[in-house]
C-alpha cells in the first residue's frame, strides 16, 4: 500500500521563487524514509505539503492512496487526525552561533570535546553548514543563501536580480537590503509577524541596538503581508542625530526624496535633554483591511483621496 505518493509536483512562490520543481516519490507502507539536503532544498517546503499547510502549484499528492492536491480546508483536519508529525522547531539560542547550539546538546550528553567537534562538524557539512557554522541562527537564510548582514553588494544585487527585483549597480548595502525585504520577505508574510533589525540608515530617528549599531530598535507589525504599524526606540543622543540627518542630506542631493532632511529644532531639543523615549503608530485602516478580509485599502477610509476630475 502507498503511504505517500508526489506526482510531477511544482511549488512556487511569489517573485518566481522556485521551492519545488517537478518531484516525484513514492513511500510505501512499513519504508521508514530519510528526507535530507542543504538548507533551502525544500525539505519544509514537502513536510508542509504532506499535512496541507501549502497547496502545490502544480502536480498531484496522495496520502493513503486518497488525493489532497485540491483538499477543502473543511478536510484538512480529518486528513491530520491520521498523521502523526513531529515538526521541526527552531527553538535554538539565539546568541549563540550554530556549532555551539550543536555543541551544548553532546555537552550536556556527557561527549568527550574532541567527538563533539567532530560530530557536529560531520552534520553540518552534511546539510551543506559548514562554512556557516560560526554564524547565529537570525543569520541564515535558505531563499538567499547568503547571509545579508555579512554579504558584499555586490552579492546583495546579484540576490536582488536572481529574484527579478528591479534595482540598480552602484546602490548601498542598506538598499539592497530593503529591496529584498519589501520583495520577497513581506509579500509571504501570513501569520502575525513582527519583523526587527532594520538598517540604521533606513531608519535615521531610531536608537542603534547595543549589539550591533548598524542596526536599530524597531519593529513593524505585518499580517497577510499588510504592514500595520511601526515602533522605535528614539535616538536621544544629539551628536549621533545631527550626524544622521546629515548623511540623510547627503542622500537627498543624490535624489533620494524619502531621505529626512536636517531639522535644527529637534536637535536642539534634544540637546536640552530627552528621556529615554519609545513610540508605536498603528495604521487603523490596514487593521480594518485584515479584519474584513478587504484587499483595498480605499475601502476602510472614511474619505479616500478621489482621482481629478
Given at each position: 500500500?502507498?503511504?505517500?505518493?508526489?506526482?510531477?509536483?511544482?511549488?512556487?512562490?511569489?517573485?518566481?521563487?522556485?521551492?519545488?520543481?517537478?518531484?516525484?516519490?513514492?513511500?510505501?507502507?512499513?519504508?521508514?524514509?530519510?528526507?535530507?539536503?542543504?538548507?533551502?532544498?525544500?525539505?519544509?517546503?514537502?513536510?508542509?505539503?504532506?499535512?496541507?499547510?501549502?497547496?502545490?502549484?502544480?502536480?498531484?499528492?496522495?496520502?493513503?492512496?486518497?488525493?489532497?492536491?485540491?483538499?477543502?480546508?473543511?478536510?484538512?483536519?480529518?486528513?491530520?487526525?491520521?498523521?502523526?508529525?513531529?515538526?521541526?522547531?527552531?527553538?535554538?539560542?539565539?546568541?549563540?552561533?550554530?556549532?555551539?547550539?550543536?555543541?551544548?546538546?553532546?555537552?550536556?550528553?556527557?561527549?568527550?570535546?574532541?567527538?563533539?567537534?567532530?560530530?557536529?562538524?560531520?552534520?553540518?557539512?552534511?546539510?551543506?553548514?559548514?562554512?556557516?557554522?560560526?554564524?547565529?541562527?537570525?543569520?541564515?537564510?535558505?531563499?538567499?543563501?547568503?547571509?545579508?548582514?555579512?554579504?558584499?553588494?555586490?552579492?546583495?544585487?546579484?540576490?536582488?536580480?536572481?529574484?527579478?527585483?528591479?534595482?540598480?549597480?552602484?546602490?548601498?548595502?542598506?538598499?539592497?537590503?530593503?529591496?529584498?525585504?519589501?520583495?520577497?520577505?513581506?509579500?509571504?508574510?501570513?501569520?502575525?509577524?513582527?519583523?526587527?533589525?532594520?538598517?540604521?540608515?533606513?531608519?535615521?530617528?531610531?536608537?542603534?541596538?547595543?549589539?550591533?549599531?548598524?542596526?536599530?530598535?524597531?519593529?513593524?507589525?505585518?499580517?497577510?503581508?499588510?504592514?500595520?504599524?511601526?515602533?522605535?526606540?528614539?535616538?536621544?543622543?544629539?551628536?549621533?542625530?545631527?550626524?544622521?540627518?546629515?548623511?540623510?542630506?547627503?542622500?537627498?542631493?543624490?535624489?533620494?526624496?524619502?531621505?529626512?532632511?536636517?531639522?535644527?529644532?529637534?536637535?536642539?531639543?534634544?540637546e536640552y535633554g530627552m528621556p529615554p523615549t519609545g513610540g508605536m503608530g498603528i495604521g487603523v485602516d490596514r487593521l480594518v483591511m485584515v479584519l474584513t478580509d478587504n484587499p483595498q485599502?480605499?475601502?476602510?477610509?472614511l474619505f479616500p483621496q478621489l482621482r481629478p476630475k
Amino acid at each position: 500500500m502507498e503511504m505517500i505518493r508526489f506526482e510531477n509536483v511544482y511549488k512556487e512562490y511569489a517573485h518566481n521563487i522556485t521551492a519545488l520543481a517537478d518531484i516525484s516519490l513514492v513511500i510505501n507502507k512499513g519504508e521508514f524514509a530519510f528526507l535530507c539536503g542543504p538548507s533551502g532544498a525544500g525539505k519544509t517546503t514537502i513536510m508542509r505539503l504532506v499535512f496541507s499547510a501549502e497547496k502545490p502549484t502544480s502536480g498531484r499528492i496522495f496520502i493513503s492512496e486518497e488525493e489532497i492536491t485540491d483538499i477543502s480546508l473543511r478536510q484538512v483536519p480529518y486528513l491530520r487526525r491520521h498523521i502523526g508529525m513531529v515538526f521541526q522547531d527552531f527553538r535554538l539560542l539565539t546568541d549563540r552561533t550554530i556549532f555551539d547550539n550543536l555543541n551544548l546538546i553532546l555537552l550536556v550528553l556527557g561527549i568527550p570535546s574532541a567527538e563533539r567537534k567532530r560530530r557536529c562538524l560531520s552534520v553540518l557539512s552534511q546539510v551543506g553548514l559548514a562554512h556557516r557554522r560560526n554564524a547565529y541562527p537570525l543569520q541564515l537564510s535558505g531563499k538567499l543563501g547568503l547571509d545579508v548582514m555579512e554579504a558584499s553588494d555586490n552579492d546583495l544585487f546579484s540576490a536582488c536580480k536572481r529574484h527579478k527585483l528591479e534595482v540598480e549597480g552602484g546602490w548601498e548595502w542598506e538598499e539592497y537590503f530593503n529591496e529584498l525585504v519589501e520583495g520577497l520577505l513581506e509579500p509571504n508574510i501570513k501569520q502575525p509577524t513582527f519583523l526587527v533589525g532594520y538598517p540604521q540608515r533606513l531608519s535615521p530617528l531610531a536608537k542603534p541596538r547595543a549589539d550591533d549599531p548598524r542596526l536599530v530598535e524597531r519593529f513593524e507589525p505585518f499580517i497577510m503581508g499588510v504592514e500595520l504599524g511601526n515602533a522605535f526606540t528614539e535616538l536621544n543622543d544629539p551628536v549621533f542625530q545631527r550626524a544622521n540627518f546629515t548623511a540623510q542630506e547627503s542622500l537627498r542631493a543624490k535624489g533620494d526624496e524619502e531621505a529626512q532632511a536636517m531639522d535644527e529644532d529637534f536637535i536642539v531639543a534634544l540637546e536640552y535633554g530627552m528621556p529615554p523615549t519609545g513610540g508605536m503608530g498603528i495604521g487603523v485602516d490596514r487593521l480594518v483591511m485584515v479584519l474584513t478580509d478587504n484587499p483595498q485599502i480605499r475601502e476602510t477610509i472614511l474619505f479616500p483621496q478621489l482621482r481629478p476630475k
